[in-house]
């Protein structure tokens, strides 16, 4: 990918109004978070990159591995209903749209979250 279209693809992913994140389910970590989505949790985005994706998820989390391993498998996008838990230990309700790429040699997944 040339280098300008990194810097486009990074300042959309940063300043959409969407919560997003880029994950790695294998290893059950958030490798990047925009403003948005560190807000929707109340984490700063130092505390959100430690905390692991099973933390966030953790009632349907069996449910989210299996959606997340189909989208790297498959290279489709998909979108799943699930529950957020915040820093405060609250629950949203979200929809997450999941999209797999490839980055650095690593499977990674997009996911873009809105609020139902």
């Not at 290893?27 to 990159?49: F, K, P, S, V």
């Not at 449910?63 to 498998?73: A, N």
């Amino acid at each position: 990918m040339p280098r300008g279209r990194n810097l486009i693809s990074g300042t959309i992913f940063e300043h959409a109004n969407e919560p997003a994140y880029v994950m790695d389910p294998q290893h059950d970590r958030i490798l990047a978070a925009n403003d948005a989505g560190c807000a929707m949790l109340g984490y700063t985005r130092e505390e959100l990159l430690e905390t692991p994706i099973s933390r966030i998820h953790p009632a349907e989390l069996a449910e989210l591995q299996e959606l997340l391993e189909r989208v790297l498998r498959e290279g489709r996008a998909s979108t799943i209903k699930l529950t957020c838990r915040t820093k405060r230990g609250t629950f949203l309700p979200t929809e997450i749209s999941l999209h797999g790429f490839e980055a650095g040699g690593r499977l990674q997944i997009l996911g873009l979250v809105q609020d139902r």
